[in-house]
């Protein structure tokens, strides 16, 4: 529960590439992020952003690469090796069902157990709780109604909540508030601000640079497959991250080899 | 920068709602409070069939006083039964958002499996292992239907479709040039046409009661020492109460004519069984998972395929299970079995009964509840002496409507979003 950042990164991406046929989703990407730290991933649409996090999820393993977790190599072949890691992503549509309830969906596959092979509704419940207390989701009017019912900041919050129940160390979100209205995504923005408080390391994926300004703790533009650079927020400005996005500078160009640039 | 001020963005929340999840147990009235919203917004529960059970018990006991009768209501048991097994089999299915069509030939496959076996001078098999071998047959051809859909990727209506045309034709070829198999094996015809005796019929009737209510109180129990709010004790002394009222009317109704038939024992006992099954355990919440969204179910790690094998083969199961039981109370099994309506009357009691087309909303009692309305128009219209062609429009009319229930009930959900 450390305010700052520890200097060892909990996750490092040294030089992952990932193709799907001709095309270079990511050429040679350097990626790191530390515990207590929002580190955004910003870039424009076909920048390699999904691609970088499904490859952390072990949607589709990269190509080439290494990735290093805590301070020491492992291959993520699954969701399910990544999930073992303490890696949750809460994606873009949410991934929660609509008919049950809000406590059914935080332990949807991963139920709780008592004798006979019973649900153990009492404990879940209770454990629910717990986690949508440490992370303040307060609006909620009972965890037994169904995620249907729910506004779009509170689905948010609830997805968010299942992720960090798992005792998990690095929580990446995927545009959490793109669908949102003015207040809710306040509501899922300061959730993320808790989450780096409470040690965790977040990752998360925008398109809006107000809201990173104001959550996130270090960026990485990405641009055509490629890391363009690793910004700190108290020393960049939106129009400098735009640029970044828009213009900048590339090492590889595709299709074309990094020695032709450099001549 | 951070401002932790709770912000309130569901304007029709009551302002006592925004704070942690209240752990106040809630009063009785509360509880009626929130069922009205609840009924407002398109939580129907079970109050349109209960109005319906009621409006059609009146209807025909005004028009024929013979319907509301002891004999006739033991009559009643025996043929919504199975009507209301293989609906239990098709809310698995429903639950999934899918359909069966094949359960009505499969009911005759299995009755006609059972029936051969049982032929004085064939196999001589003892009865157990004939109803095993009818409901493993179904069972199989439930996994395989199943399998077809969820792994072949054909539609479970193509799928089942091509199984009602298939297993009609099995049924043909099993019975064959016979024409018709008449049932001598005393347990097979029993289950449908006797009775348990009158002290039995209580002890298992308010034995029910009494392993619910403890049931009930375990569960107040641990939920208290939890810290969990709990549904008002009121509440559950009163369903325990209604419950030992209905079941001490049916037992005294029944125990004045013939007793209580052995398939209402049955009836009762599946229901708890596959209730216990859909709500307390993990494959109970995955078939829930997968009809409310595959994709959530499968990013959380649920083998969606595999759960819908295994609904489909439930779905199977049942159906020949409800064919054992049609053709105990037939005596026999003829090329017709499994044709007619009992495909209809099936998936219309599911329906009927409260268990949404739509995939993920139902509770395997709306099966009996569904079959109650069902046999009661069907046994109403027969004492009625309309014909066939009459029955079937009014109880396609029920259907129509018990199906126009759950659409609007949906909109009125998702207008109050809680689709």
Redesign the interface.
């Known amino acids: 529960m450390s305010d700052h950042p520890s200097d060892q990164p909990i996750l490092e991406l040294q030089g992952v590439s990932k193709t799907f046929g001709a095309v270079h989703a990511l050429t040679k990407v350097d990626f790191r992020v530390r515990s207590g730290e929002v580190m955004a991933l910003v870039g424009d649409n076909g920048a390699g952003k999904s691609t970088l996090i499904k490859g952390v999820a072990g949607i589709y393993p990269f190509d080439e690469g290494k990735i290093i977790w805590e301070g020491s190599e492992v291959h993520i072949a699954g969701?399910?090796d990544a999930?073992k890691l303490g890696i949750e992503v809460v994606?873009q549509?949410?991934?929660?069902?609509?008919?049950?309830d809000v406590v059914?969906n935080m332990y949807?596959?991963?139920?709780a157990?008592s004798s006979l092979?019973?649900?153990d509704e009492?404990?879940m419940?209770?454990k629910a709780?717990e986690t949508?207390?440490t992370l303040?989701v307060?609006?909620?009017?009972?965890?037994r109604q169904?995620v249907?019912?729910l506004?779009g900041?509170?689905r948010q919050s609830v997805a968010v909540a299942k992720a960090v129940m798992w005792n998990s160390k690095l929580v990446i979100l995927d545009e959490p508030t793109a669908a949102l209205?003015v207040?809710?995504t306040?509501?899922v923005l300061?959730l993320v601000?808790r989450l780096g408080s409470q040690g965790l390391a977040v990752v998360i994926i925008s398109h809006n640079l107000h809201d990173i300004f104001?959550v996130a703790d270090r960026i990485t533009v990405l641009r055509l497959g490629q890391s363009i650079g690793d910004l700190k927020v108290s020393e960049t400005t939106q129009q400098e991250v735009v640029q970044q996005i828009t213009a900048g500078e590339l090492s590889h160009v595709p299709g074309v080899p990094a020695e032709v640039i450099a001549s | 920068?951070?401002?932790?001020v709770?912000?309130?963005?569901?304007p029709e929340?009551?302002s006592g709602?925004?704070?942690?999840?209240?752990v106040e147990n809630e009063t009785l009235s509360d509880y009626v409070r929130g069922r009205i919203v609840g009924l407002r917004s398109g939580e129907l529960g079970n109050i349109p069939i209960m109005v319906g059970i009621i409006l059609i018990a009146i209807y025909f006991q005004s028009r024929n006083s013979n319907f509301l009768t002891a004999g006739n209501f033991v009559n009643l048991i025996v043929q919504m039964a199975p009507i209301a097994v293989i609906g239990m089999g098709i809310v698995f299915v429903l639950l999934l958002g899918e359909i069966d069509l094949s359960v009505g030939f499969v009911s005759g496959v299995g009755g006609a499996i059972c029936a051969v076996l049982l032929l004085p001078g064939g196999t001589s098999v003892p009865t157990s292992v004939a109803i095993i071998v009818a409901l493993g047959a179904g069972l199989g051809i439930g996994l395989v239907q199943g399998t077809l859909f969820a792994k072949v990727g054909i539609p479970s209506f193509v799928v089942t479709l091509a199984g009602l045309l298939a297993w009609n034709g099995v049924v043909l070829l099993i019975v064959g040039s016979r024409g018709t198999i008449v049932i001598q094996d005393s347990f097979v015809n029993g289950i449908a046409n006797n009775s348990l005796s009158h002290i039995a019929a209580w002890v298992v009737v308010e034995g029910s009661v009494l392993l619910y209510a403890a049931i009930q109180y375990a569960a107040v129990r641990?939920?208290r020492?939890?810290?969990?709010p709990n549904v008002p004790t009121s509440l559950i002394l009163i369903r325990i109460g209604v419950f030992a009222i209905l079941g001490a009317v049916v037992v005294i109704v029944c125990n004045s004519s013939r007793g209580l038939p052995y398939v209402g024992v049955l009836m009762i006992a599946l229901m708890l069984f596959w209730t216990f099954i859909t709500?307390?355990?993990?494959f109970g919440?995955?078939v829930?998972?997968v009809?409310?969204?595959a994709?959530?179910?499968r990013?959380?790690?649920?083998r969606v395929d595999l759960v819908r094998i295994m609904v489909f083969g439930i779905s199977g199961m049942m159906a020949a299970l409800g064919g054992i039981i049609l053709a105990s109370r037939l005596s026999s099994v003829d090329t017709n079995a499994g044709g007619g309506s009992i495909l209809l009357y099936s998936i219309a009691a599911a329906v009927i009964g409260g268990t949404s087309l739509f995939g993920?909303?139902g509770t395997i009692r709306s099966a009996i509840l569904g079959a109650i309305v069902i046999a009661s128009i069907d046994n109403g219209l027969g004492l009625l002496n309309v014909s066939a062609g009459t029955k079937f429009i009014v109880t396609g009319l029920v259907l129509l409507a018990a199906v126009t229930v759950d659409s609007l009930s949906r909109r009125g959900?998702e207008s109050?979003?809680?689709?």
């Open positions: 969701p399910k999930a994606y549509d949410l991934a929660l069902c609509d008919n049950l059914q949807l596959g991963r139920e157990l092979r019973r649900l009492t404990t419940e209770r709780r949508l207390k303040a307060t609006t909620l009017q009972s965890v169904p249907a019912s506004s900041g509170q209205g207040a809710q306040r509501q300061d601000k104001e | 920068m951070s401002t932790h709770p912000i309130v963005e569901d929340a009551p709602a925004i704070g942690a999840p209240s641990s939920r020492k939890a810290g969990l709500d307390r355990t993990t919440r995955h829930y998972a009809g409310g969204s994709e959530a179910a990013r959380a790690g649920i993920g909303r959900r109050a979003g809680r689709a």
